[in-house]
């Protein structure tokens, strides 16, 4: 996401913004915009360059805008579900933006519609449209944290009216949202990449349970709910956000280069080189061949003009898109023992494909270290890994994931290894989410829910 207000060129500052944040999602983009009285909004499916090459910007100005790029996942594909979601009525407009997952959005969405309420997507944003609007006509920072107080879950929203912006996180504060300066403009964005991108200037996170509301007449701040120690998402550092952001104080590409000085450790192997699977796991790699004294090499290019595999809304996608995006260096690999840096198995189809494309470029032995404990569980929270069965950790041995993936060594970081590269220090602002690699939810997961997952 990405928000700014107070900028006579909003519009295009936004769509700068989200070419920032194209790689948390590929499927669709959009843009509201506010001129003080009317809110315009243009989206559509594709990457953030497609759907904006023939928009007239002139046609959309103002001085507030908020953008998204969408993260499909297979329930909630199609343009009705691309965001922002706009929203008219008698009284007042809105526009709405969220990352995340509200985990009981089920149950909310049986209550709406048992009063009467249709709901024309399967977002969770929409659902805070009509919670706001059931608490009065006028959407208030009353309203808004009436309607949050009912969410149960991990998520990050704008909300942009003719006349204000709000700001929100949940009370772990598990998805990352940071605020910034532009001259007099302020900026909301997932990541600080994006404020850098724009030209502007770090102010600080937006805290976790906090209710930011930004008008003309400044910034206020709120709480919606006690604060709760800090569980900032562990896979944003370990492959989400890209290496020059700065997640809750801490440099991810800093961060990702311990994880892969752990991971040398903890895991050392005979070798003559060190290779990583291009981009988020370049880091790490680096990090191994500091720590292990072995050169790194660029033994797997990447084709720039495939977008990232994992974030695909199919395995079929997935799969054709590791195809085109990476090849291996011939020159590099052919009759060495080499270790392949990876930032982490989901499915094992990729891992496997590339330890297929070393050895078939003349690599002698390919040892796979993966820069993040195994993942066994799967997330609630609105990264799509959603269904036990398809982790391969969770189904197989360390040595049964060695076999499958055709590798003559495999190991993972350990969790301490993790919270070791990542946090500077454990207090109620320290902490991250690995409950895909635990098991251990902060926030609780509703037994029934728990179930239908596992089960799937």
Partial sequence: MFGIWGHEKAAEITYYGLHALQHRGQEGAGIVVSDGETLKLHRDLGLVNDVFKRTSFSEISGRAAIGHVRYTTQVDRGIDSVQPLLFRSQTNSMALAEVGNVMNAHKLREELEDEGSILQTQSDTELLAHLMKRNGKDVTQESIIKALQQFTGAYAYLILQEDKMHVALDPHGIRPLSIGRLGDAYIVASETCAIDLVGGTFERE???????????????STRFTLREQ?????????????????????????????????????????????????????????????????????????????GRTFIQPSQSLRE?????????????????????????????????????????????????????????????????????????????????????????????????????????????????????????????????????????
């Fill in 320 to 456: 054709q898109g590791v195809k085109l995006k990476l090849a291996p260096v011939r020159g590099i690999v052919e009759g060495k023992r080499v270790v392949m840096i990876d930032d982490s198995i989901v499915r094992g189809t990729t891992s496997r494909r590339i330890v297929r494309m070393l050895k078939e470029a003349g690599a002698k032995e390919v040892h796979v270290r993966i820069a993040s404990p195994a993942i066994e569980n799967p997330c609630f929270y609105g990264i799509d890994m959603s269904t036990k069965k398809e982790l391969i950790a969770a189904n197989h041995s360390i040595a049964e994931i060695r076999d499958i993936i055709e590798a003559d060594s495999i190991a993972f970081l350990s969790t301490e290894g993790l919270e070791q590269a990542i946090l500077k220090d454990k207090t109620i602002h320290q902490g991250i989410c690995n409950a895909c690699m635990t098991g251990d939810y902060p926030v609780t997961v509703n037994e029934q829910t728990k179930r239908s997952y596992m089960r799937s």
């Fill in 230 to 306: 800090r569980k900032m998402c562990a896979m944003e550092y370990v492959y989400l956000s890209r290496p020059d952001s700065d997640l809750n104080h801490v440099n991810v590409h800093t961060s990702r280069k311990k994880m892969g000085i752990e991971l040398a450790k903890e895991a050392p192997v005979e070798a003559d080189v060190v290779t990583g699977v291009p981009d988020s796991s370049i880091s790490a790699a680096i990090g191994y061949a500091e720590q292990s004294g072995l050169p790194y090499e660029m033994g797997i290019i990447k084709n720039r003009y495939v």
């Fill in 206 to 220: 937006v805290l976790p349970g906090e209710l930011i509301t930004i008008s003309d007449n400044g910034m206020e």
